[in-house]
């Protein structure tokens, strides 16, 4: 029998009771398998065990998962009680084992536990209101378990619909369906889930309800006016009244209410507009298009339609443009339309009227237009507006036909050919015209007599004479017509003879012998008259002498002079009228000047003034020396020129002057041909310092009371100035001569509390100053202090002047800084030294190359020089090798100034400074540049007179840096009246500076020197940059004052320097003109711009445009066309002129030439 193989048991099957559960039921689960390892027959009787996995994992009998249980030893079955949904998915295998053999079945196929449950609670996401119409609603359901098998979503609606889906769309929302609660569930086989509940508010935009009508009209003393507007809304709407550019309607005019009342579940809101006052004139002209809008916080405000509300009303507001109320034509113009408009609703109908508002119409519309206009128009002209509304208006002008003038009759009394030396003579001349013409008559003698606005001029010569004889012209000049006419006549008057001209004018020649000469003279005379000319003797005869007579002129001439023709001649001239007495010539050999003669002095404290009448020349020119000593000094001072019309001349000693001592002077006369002998004056002795002491001052209202202690012998007058404060640019100056006054009353500024400032003068010398004098002080003052005063207060001076002399204040910083912090009032302003009339000790500094004398006012079309040679400015390189250079100081962030002294070969030290830039600066390479400009631009100039010039150059890197001397003055500090303090005063040139000439103000010449200075940079294509009162230089040249303008250079560079300010934010608005301000335009215009805004900075003592304490409020007023104010103390002919240079079209402006002649013209600034 063939040996048994064992076989593995059948595969195991795995059964579920029950197939479908749900959550909570119990599960059992049982597996079977049959054995192969005996007969079939005996299967049953193998003994099977099973083992059982979870999702891979075996099952521990002994150990089983929570709720899992084998109720049989055989482990057949599995039980699950209860079964949760979380076993869903859980998978079940198992294995039948042979209990002897061991032998295992294949594993079941996997029982995948699918378990059944309810879905759960909903929940709904979405917006809870929404508006009617075009919103689209997306409710949406949601749960966190559909439930096993998976449920589906159900929708109930407000309105009973319903809707299965997760999402429940809603679209064109309607208030009354779609409103409400909505509910939401899922539901499965097993049951349904808990519902939820979503409530939706459903608003409404505001609708038109009551519309408006598209036009209204009412008059506007109808007070019944009333319209009404209404909207339905949900929920109800507020209403206001608007224009319709969204502008509120004038809530003085117009007032508006609303009612409401329910239309279901929406609002109707209803708005009436009223007006709001009583007063008809202001409804006038408000009316417009206007509406109502709704708004009730959903979407936009809904707007009614547009109503146009025309508000009619009478006529008012009448008005003729132009507006002038008198319009004035020449004789033959056209009158420009005078159009004449009103305030009208309905429309105006327009009459002109002539002379009256009811008067002959003379046209039927708006306009009036005439042409060649004659006098007979000349009247008044009424412009009438009426509509249908009533009361009508009206308006005039004047209008005024100027015409003329015309000369009706120029004459003398008596006729042309009776007139007669000695007698009186009238011209008369009469004009017709409209307004009166002025009239001036001018004539031979400089005769120059005109009036203002009349129609006849007389005019009476007493006592005429030959000199009256020539061409008179009767000139008449309307300056509304424009027309100037006139007439002239010629007047003979019969004269006899009189010297008109004599050669030499001292009638004395000096000569030699063998030489030629003659005498000349001419004679006004009618008729011509006859000469005789005659050598007289010392013994009383004398010779007739042939001359060369031609009409009134009259030649004797003496050749190869001979040893008896020295001596005396005359000639004798006479006509039928009578004749002249002989006038005396004498002919000398040359000789020594002959000594002064009438000498005369006048001492002070602090000066000699000496004066003599010159001697004879002695034939050549003459000059004087004085030499005048005391104990311990002396002083030679020669070439003191002659007077030119030999009249006496004054010469002033300063130097080595001082009080209570005696000093010896002499003079003597010097020519080519020797000296004259030296004279004497008696010694003189200069007084002592007077003695000054203020003992009180006593303020009652705007007069102060002052007693004080003074020498009135040695003293002359004494200048007061009473200053506020905290105002100090308000001051008050008196000058006190009346010394017997007591107390001394003087005039007070307007301001609460005072200083007083005491100045004591001997002529034009300044003995004592006495600053800062309260009313109130502690202790009196003594002199000692007032003299240290003095002494401490020109030291201080001198050294403020050194730290700021080229300080620039064009600063903005520092512009506001000046307005802030009060400057003391200067000197007191003097009257300058006549010219020609006194000579004073000046400053020996070396001037090289001296300009030609220049006049302002010899032409402006072209700057030029004065019967000279054009100035020739040689710039020659200096070594630096003759220089001692000093300390170095900033002008501004470009460039610095370094001073020095220039030793030249047989040339007295001079002061100097170097124009460089700034070793630090980033521009440094640009201001090398502008530098070489400034060089470039004085070679080109053909006069230096109001220029700056340098004495040369030094090289630096192979670039050319001006070398200056250094200056006297700048402008800004000749302003401050102070005595004269100079910049470059040092321990050595002191005692020579203690004797140069006070400087003067004298701001006419100063004015026209800086425009006669910017029209030569003008001529040549230069421009100036930064134009202040610290940019000009005053010097002082034959007692003259002269401006010379110092910061210039090529025209590109100084507008690259504006672009190099603007990028670092360093300009000065308040001196820029508003095309360099806006857009950086930088020309000769501009120029003179700035320096109008010098002459008013000059003039006013004040800082441009400081009201404005921001320089953006500034530039702003500036661009605008803000002008500064006229300052008080200047003239309206010199505030025109500076409104002139203000024009904001820089073409209107003057050229720096006009403006040069312009200021040349005026008698006062």
Same mark, same amino acid.
Not at 332 to 336: E, I, T
Not at 414 to 430: A, H, K, M, R, Y
Not at 757 to 765: A, I, N, Q, S, T
Not at 1053 to 1076: A, K, S, Y
């Given at each position: 029998?063939?040996?048994?193989?064992p076989?593995?048991?059948?595969?195991?099957?795995?059964?579920?009771?029950?197939?479908?559960?749900?959550?909570?039921?119990?599960?059992?689960?049982?597996?079977?398998?049959?054995?192969?390892?005996?007969?079939?027959?005996?299967?049953?009787?193998?003994?099977?065990?099973?083992?059982?996995?979870?999702?891979?994992?075996?099952?521990?009998?002994?150990?089983?998962?929570?709720?899992?249980?084998?109720?049989?030893?055989?482990?057949?079955?599995?039980?699950?009680?209860?079964?949760?949904?979380?076993?869903?998915?859980a998978?079940?295998?198992?294995?039948?084992?042979?209990?002897?053999?061991?032998?295992?079945?294949?594993?079941?196929?996997?029982?995948?536990?699918?378990?059944?449950?309810?879905?759960?609670d909903?929940?709904?996401?979405?917006?809870?209101?929404?508006?009617?119409?075009?919103?689209?609603?997306?409710?949406?359901?949601?749960?966190?378990?559909?439930?096993?098998?998976?449920?589906?979503y159900?929708?109930?609606?407000?309105?009973?619909?319903?809707?299965?889906?997760?999402?429940?769309?809603?679209?064109?929302?309607?208030?009354?369906?779609?409103?409400?609660?909505?509910?939401?569930?899922?539901e499965?086989?097993?049951?349904?889930?808990?519902?939820?509940?979503?409530?939706?508010?459903?608003?409404?935009?505001? %609708?038109?309800?009551?519309?408006?009508?598209?036009?209204?009209s009412?008059?506007?003393?109808?007070?019944?006016?009333?319209?009404?507007?209404?909207?339905?809304?949900?929920?109800?709407?507020?209403?206001?009244?608007?224009?319709?550019?969204?502008?509120?309607?004038?809530?003085?005019?117009?007032?508006?209410?609303?009612?409401?009342?329910?239309?279901?579940?929406?609002?109707?809101?209803?708005s009436?507009?009223?007006?709001?006052?009583?007063?008809?004139?202001?409804?006038?002209?408000?009316?417009?298009?206007?509406?109502?809008?709704?708004?009730?916080?959903?979407?936009?405000?809904?707007?009614?339609?547009?109503?146009?509300?025309?508000?009619?009303?009478?006529?008012?507001?009448?008005?003729?443009?132009?507006?002038?109320?008198?319009?004035?034509?020449?004789e033959?113009?056209?009158?420009?339309d005078?159009?004449?408009?009103?305030?009208?609703?309905?429309?105006?109908s327009?009459t002109?009227h002539?002379?009256?508002?009811?008067?002959?119409?003379?046209?039927?519309?708006?306009?009036?237009?005439?042409?060649?206009?004659?006098?007979?128009?000349?009247?008044?002209?009424?412009?009438?507006?009426?509509?249908?509304?009533?009361?009508?208006?009206h308006?005039?002008?004047?209008?005024v036909?100027n015409?003329?003038?015309?000369?009706?009759?120029?004459?003398?009394?008596?006729?042309? %050919?009776?007139?007669?030396?000695?007698?009186?003579?009238?011209?008369?001349?009469?004009v017709?015209t409209?307004?009166?013409?002025?009239?001036?008559?001018?004539?031979?003698?400089?005769?120059?007599?005109?009036?203002?606005?009349?129609?006849?001029?007389?005019?009476?010569?007493?006592?005429?004479?030959?000199? #009256?004889?020539?061409?008179?012209?009767?000139?008449?000049?309307?300056?509304?017509?424009?027309?100037?006419?006139?007439?002239?006549?010629?007047?003979?008057?019969?004269?006899?003879?009189?010297?008109?001209?004599?050669?030499?004018?001292?009638?004395?020649?000096?000569?030699?012998?063998?030489?030629?000469?003659?005498?000349?003279?001419?004679a006004?005379?009618?008729?011509?008259?006859?000469?005789?000319w005659?050598?007289?003797?010392?013994?009383?005869?004398?010779?007739?002498?042939?001359?060369?007579d031609?009409?009134?002129?009259?030649?004797?001439?003496?050749?190869?002079?001979?040893?008896?023709?020295?001596?005396?001649?005359t000639?004798?001239?006479q006509?039928?009228?009578?004749?002249?007495?002989?006038?005396?010539?004498?002919?000398?050999a040359?000789?020594?000047?002959?000594?002064p003669?009438?000498?005369?002095?006048?001492?002070?404290?602090?000066?000699?003034?000496?004066?003599?009448?010159?001697g004879?020349?002695?034939?050549?020119?003459?000059?004087?020396?004085?030499?005048?000593?005391?104990?311990?000094?002396?002083?030679?001072?020669?070439?003191?020129?002659?007077?030119?019309?030999?009249?006496?001349?004054?010469?002033?000693?300063?130097?080595?002057i001082?009080?209570?001592?005696?000093?010896?002077?002499?003079?003597?006369?010097?020519?080519?041909?020797?000296?004259?002998?030296?004279?004497?004056?008696?010694?003189?002795?200069?007084?002592?310092?007077?003695?000054?002491?203020?003992?009180?001052?006593?303020?009652?209202?705007?007069?102060?009371?002052?007693?004080?202690?003074?020498?009135?012998?040695?003293?002359?007058?004494?200048?007061?100035?009473?200053?506020?404060?905290?105002?100090?640019?308000?001051?008050?100056?008196?000058?006190?001569?009346?010394?017997?006054?007591?107390?001394?009353v003087?005039?007070?500024?307007?301001?609460?509390?005072?200083?007083?400032?005491?100045?004591?003068?001997?002529?034009?010398?300044?003995?004592v100053?006495?600053?800062?004098?309260?009313?109130?002080?502690?202790?009196?003052?003594?002199?000692?202090?007032?003299?240290?005063?003095?002494?401490?207060?020109?030291?201080?001076?001198?050294?403020?002047?050194?730290?700021?002399?080229?300080?620039?204040?064009?600063?903005?910083?520092?512009?506001?800084?000046?307005?802030?912090?009060?400057?003391?009032?200067?000197?007191?302003?003097?009257?300058?030294?006549?010219?020609?009339?006194?000579?004073?000790?000046?400053?020996?500094?070396?001037?090289?190359?001296?300009?030609?004398?220049?006049?302002?006012?010899?032409?402006?079309?072209?700057?030029?020089?004065?019967?000279?040679?054009?100035?020739?400015?040689?710039?020659?390189?200096?070594s630096?090798?003759?220089?001692?250079?000093?300390?170095?100081?900033?002008?501004?962030?470009?460039?610095?100034?370094?001073?020095?002294?220039?030793?030249?070969?047989?040339?007295?030290?001079?002061?100097?400074?170097?124009?460089?830039?700034?070793?630090?600066?980033?521009?440094?390479?640009?201001?090398?540049e502008?530098?070489?400009?400034?060089?470039?631009?004085?070679?080109?100039?053909?006069?230096?007179?109001n220029?700056?010039?340098?004495?040369?150059?030094?090289?630096?890197?192979?670039?050319?840096?001006?070398?200056?001397?250094?200056?006297?003055?700048?402008?800004?500090?000749?302003?401050?009246?102070?005595?004269?303090?100079?910049?470059?005063?040092?321990?050595?040139?002191?005692?020579?500076?203690?004797?140069?000439?006070?400087?003067?103000?004298?701001?006419?010449?100063?004015?026209?020197?800086?425009s006669?200075?910017?029209?030569?940079l003008?001529?040549?294509?230069?421009?100036?940059y930064?134009?202040?009162?610290?940019?000009?230089?005053?010097?002082?040249?034959?007692? #003259?004052?002269?401006?010379?303008?110092?910061?210039?250079?090529?025209?590109s560079?100084?507008?690259?320097?504006?672009?190099?300010?603007?990028?670092?934010?360093?300009?000065?608005?308040?001196?820029?003109?508003?095309?360099?301000i806006?857009?950086?335009?930088?020309?000769?215009?501009?120029?003179?711009?700035?320096?109008?805004?010098?002459?008013?900075?000059?003039?006013?003592?004040?800082?441009?445009?400081?009201?404005?304490?921001?320089?953006?409020?500034?530039?702003?007023?500036?661009?605008?066309?803000?002008?500064?104010?006229?300052?008080?103390?200047?003239?309206?002919?010199?505030?025109?002129?500076?409104?002139?240079?203000?024009?904001?079209?820089?073409?209107?402006?003057?050229s720096?030439?006009q403006?040069?002649?312009?200021?040349?013209?005026?008698?006062?600034?």
């Open positions: 029998m063939a040996p048994t193989v076989k593995e048991p059948n595969k195991a099957q795995l059964t579920s009771d029950p197939d479908n559960v749900e959550d909570g039921n119990d599960l059992r689960l049982t597996c079977s398998s049959t054995s192969n390892s005996l007969p079939e027959d005996n299967h049953t009787d193998v003994q099977m065990i099973y083992k059982w996995t979870r999702n891979d994992q075996d099952v521990d009998p002994d150990d089983p998962p929570d709720r899992h249980s084998f109720p049989d030893s055989d482990h057949s079955v599995l039980r699950i009680s209860p079964v949760e949904k979380g076993d869903t998915n998978f079940y295998k198992c294995i039948g084992q042979e209990e002897e053999s061991r032998l295992e079945s294949d594993a079941s196929d996997p029982y995948a536990l699918d378990v059944r449950y309810a879905p759960g909903a929940s709904i996401q979405g917006d809870s209101s929404a508006v009617a119409g075009d919103d689209v609603i997306t409710l949406v359901c949601s749960t966190d378990n559909r439930g096993n098998p998976q449920g589906t159900y929708w109930k609606k407000p309105n009973g619909g319903t809707q299965t889906g997760k999402n429940l769309n809603i679209e064109n929302l309607n208030v009354d369906e779609d409103e409400g609660d909505y509910e939401c569930y899922v499965n086989d097993v049951a349904q889930g808990t519902s939820a509940t979503h409530t939706l508010i459903v608003n409404s935009v505001p %609708g038109v309800e009551r519309d408006l009508d598209s036009e209204k009412v008059v506007n003393t109808d007070d019944s006016f009333s319209v009404s507007c209404a909207f339905r809304a949900k929920p109800a709407a507020s209403v206001v009244w608007k224009r319709n550019d969204d502008s509120a309607l004038p809530s003085h005019i117009f007032s508006f209410s609303s009612s409401q009342e329910a239309d279901g579940k929406f609002t109707i809101t209803t009436t507009l009223t007006w709001s006052g009583t007063d008809a004139d202001e409804r006038r002209g408000q009316g417009g298009k206007m509406l109502c809008e709704a708004d009730n916080g959903i979407r936009d405000p809904m707007k009614s339609n547009t109503m146009d509300l025309t508000i009619q009303y009478a006529p008012y507001g009448l008005s003729i443009a132009p507006g002038s109320s008198s319009v004035e034509l020449n033959g113009d056209n009158l420009p005078r159009v004449c408009s009103a305030n009208c609703e309905p429309l105006c327009f002109w002539f002379n009256s508002e009811d008067g002959d119409v003379v046209e039927n519309s708006d306009t009036l237009s005439m042409q060649n206009v004659q006098r007979g128009k000349h009247g008044s002209y009424f412009c009438k507006a009426f509509n249908e509304i009533h009361p009508s208006a308006d005039n002008f004047d209008l036909v015409y003329g003038p015309e000369i009706q009759e120029f004459k003398t009394t008596p006729q042309d %050919g009776s007139i007669i030396e000695s007698n009186s003579t009238t011209f008369s001349c009469s017709d409209r307004p009166g013409a002025s009239i001036r008559l001018t004539g031979p003698q400089g005769l120059s007599e005109s009036v203002e606005d009349e129609a006849e001029l007389q005019h009476t010569i007493h006592d005429i004479g030959c000199i #009256h004889s020539g061409t008179y012209t009767c000139t008449s000049n309307n300056k509304e017509t424009g027309i100037e006419v006139d007439k002239t006549m010629d007047i003979q008057v019969k004269c006899s003879p009189s010297l008109q001209m004599a050669f030499p004018e001292d009638r004395i020649h000096g000569v030699t012998e063998g030489a030629s000469v003659y005498f000349f003279v001419e006004l005379s009618h008729p011509t008259p006859d000469f005789q005659k050598r007289t003797f010392n013994n009383g005869t004398n010779v007739n002498l042939p001359s060369d031609s009409g009134n002129q009259s030649i004797l001439t003496i050749s190869q002079i001979k040893l008896e023709d020295f001596g005396n001649y000639v004798s001239a006509n039928i009228i009578g004749r002249w007495e002989d006038v005396k010539f004498e002919l000398r040359l000789a020594k000047p002959q000594p003669t009438e000498l005369s002095s006048k001492a002070t404290a602090k000066s000699l003034t000496l004066s003599w009448t010159p004879w020349d002695g034939g050549p020119p003459q000059t004087f020396t004085i030499t005048y000593s005391t104990d311990g000094f002396e002083k030679n001072i020669s070439d003191i020129p002659d007077s030119p019309d030999f009249s006496r001349i004054s010469y002033k000693l300063t130097e080595g001082s009080a209570e001592k005696s000093y010896t002077v002499e003079i003597f006369a010097t020519n080519s041909q020797g000296s004259s002998e030296a004279i004497s004056w008696d010694p003189i002795t200069t007084p002592a310092i007077p003695s000054f002491k203020v003992n009180s001052i006593t303020i009652e209202g705007d007069q102060a009371f002052i007693k004080w202690t003074l020498d009135k012998d040695l003293v002359d007058r004494v200048l007061v100035r009473a200053a506020g404060k905290t105002k100090t640019e308000n001051f008050v100056e008196t000058n006190v001569t009346d010394f017997d006054q007591d107390p001394i003087v005039d007070l500024p307007s301001a609460s509390s005072y200083f007083f400032d005491f100045f004591v003068y001997m002529g034009d010398d300044l003995l100053y006495q600053p800062d004098f309260n009313p109130n002080p502690e202790e009196p003052p003594d002199i000692g202090l007032v003299v240290g005063v003095i002494i401490g207060f020109a030291l201080l001076v001198a050294l403020l002047i050194s730290a700021i002399f080229f300080l620039r204040r064009n600063k903005n910083s520092k512009s506001r800084d000046e307005e802030a912090t009060p400057q003391r009032p200067g000197m007191p302003n003097e009257d300058p030294v006549a010219p020609g009339g006194v000579y004073e000790t000046i400053d020996p500094l070396r001037v090289i190359d001296p300009p030609p004398e220049y006049k302002a006012i010899e032409t402006y079309e072209e700057i030029r020089s004065v019967e000279t040679e054009p100035y020739s400015v040689m710039m020659r390189p200096i630096i090798s003759e220089l001692n250079l000093g300390a170095s100081s900033n002008v501004d962030t470009m460039l610095s100034l370094q001073k020095g002294t220039l030793n030249g070969e047989s040339q007295p030290p001079t002061d100097i400074l170097i124009m460089q830039p700034q070793t630090d600066s980033a521009r440094g390479d640009f201001a090398a502008y530098l070489e400009g400034q060089l470039v631009t004085v070679e080109k100039l053909r006069n230096i007179l220029i700056e010039a340098p004495l040369g150059f030094i090289r630096q890197q192979g670039l050319r840096q001006p070398v200056y001397k250094q200056p006297v003055l700048v402008l800004s500090d000749h302003l401050k009246k102070d005595n004269l303090i100079y910049e470059n005063v040092t321990p050595k040139s002191q005692q020579i500076y203690q004797n140069a000439q006070t400087v003067q103000p004298d701001m006419k010449s100063i004015f026209i020197g800086i006669n200075g910017l029209a030569q003008h001529a040549i294509g230069a421009l100036t930064g134009l202040n009162t610290g940019s000009v230089f005053i010097h002082e040249e034959n007692g #003259h004052l002269i401006a010379k303008l110092s910061s210039f250079s090529e025209a560079l100084v507008r690259q320097r504006d672009r190099l300010d603007f990028e670092m934010g360093e300009r000065d608005v308040r001196r820029l003109p508003p095309e360099t806006d857009s950086l335009e930088h020309t000769c215009k501009s120029d003179v711009w700035v320096m109008a805004i010098l002459f008013w900075e000059a003039i006013s003592g004040c800082v441009p445009y400081k009201a404005y304490v921001d320089d953006n409020e500034a530039e702003a007023a500036i661009v605008g066309g803000s002008k500064l104010e006229k300052p008080m103390e200047c003239s309206p002919k010199m505030y025109d002129l500076m409104l002139s240079g203000w024009m904001l079209n820089p073409e209107t402006r003057p720096a030439a403006v040069a002649k312009h200021l040349s013209s005026m008698n006062a600034l």
